[in-house]
């Protein structure tokens, strides 16, 4: 699976849109990317994840670079609840889950 | 929330002892998965299963064993813990395999004295 490299932290105004960056610039053209979060102590969330085209859900949108080497998750109006280590992973849609590699993710803190 | 549980949820023990995690679930999924996770990291395989008594090693085996005799537990072994398996340990489940689909548990906590 292909290395990601994310900011270590970041911070964001309550209500505002957060954007997170993942490099992956040595991703193939069979591995997703995926975002999950953590929020303090508790076990990883999956949030979203895509191929090649923009994705949307309730939770966020995932923008993906036209050469797939880098991406953004924005959550669009952020709060105070979405404090959270935010993890990038990039892995073959034929590869079993259990062999994500989770990295150590950028941790957003929102503040009011 | 996808039913996870884990127990116990904290455990202090003894360096050489034998400690045992048990992951349990309501879900009848067929994959489940052990990570540890140390202070300001990520996560870490340490051994994942694929159905009863099917199991495979993840890239931080070495002094966990595991076992699976029915889909709906899976148990994590420290055969001799040590001062260096003080972690935080997490379960997951996914019924597909597929890195979208995999629910964690609420995590032990994990103490070797």
């Known amino acids: 699976d292909a290395k990601t490299t994310q900011p270590t932290s970041m911070d964001c105004a309550e209500g505002r849109a957060a954007n997170l960056p993942c490099n992956h610039s040595?991703?193939?053209?069979?591995?997703?990317v995926y975002w999950y979060r953590q929020i303090h102590s508790q076990g990883p969330q999956y949030i979203i994840h895509?191929?090649?085209n923009n994705e949307t859900n309730e939770m966020a949108s995932l923008i993906i670079t036209e050469d797939r080497k880098s991406s953004t998750l924005i959550l669009p109006h952020a709060t105070l609840r979405d404090t959270a280590v935010y993890y990038c992973?990039?892995?073959?849609?034929?590869?079993?889950?259990?062999?994500?590699?989770f990295g150590d993710g950028t941790t957003l803190t929102v503040k009011p | 929330d996808a039913g996870i549980t884990q127990s116990p949820r904290h455990k202090v023990t003894e360096t050489g002892t034998p400690v045992t995690l048990r992951c349990h679930q309501t879900?009848?999924?067929?994959?489940m998965y052990w990570y540890r996770q140390d202070p300001g990291h990520g996560l870490r395989l340490i051994h994942y299963?694929?159905?009863?008594?099917?199991?495979d090693k993840g890239e931080v085996s070495d002094g966990y064993s595991v076992s699976r005799s029915k889909t709906e537990d899976f148990l994590l072994t420290l055969e001799s813990a040590t001062s260096s398996q003080t972690s935080v340990y997490f379960c997951?489940?996914?019924?597909?395999?597929?890195?979208?689909?995999?629910?964690f548990g609420p995590g032990t906590r994990l103490t070797v004295t």
């Open positions: 299963s694929y159905g009863v008594k099917d199991t």
């Open positions: 992973i990039a892995q073959d849609v034929n590869t079993n889950a259990g062999k994500s590699t």
């Open positions: 040595t991703i193939s053209g069979n591995e997703y």
């Open positions: 879900e009848n999924h067929r994959y």
């Open positions: 997951a489940i996914s019924e597909s395999g597929l890195a979208y689909e995999q629910y």
């Open positions: 895509g191929l090649k």
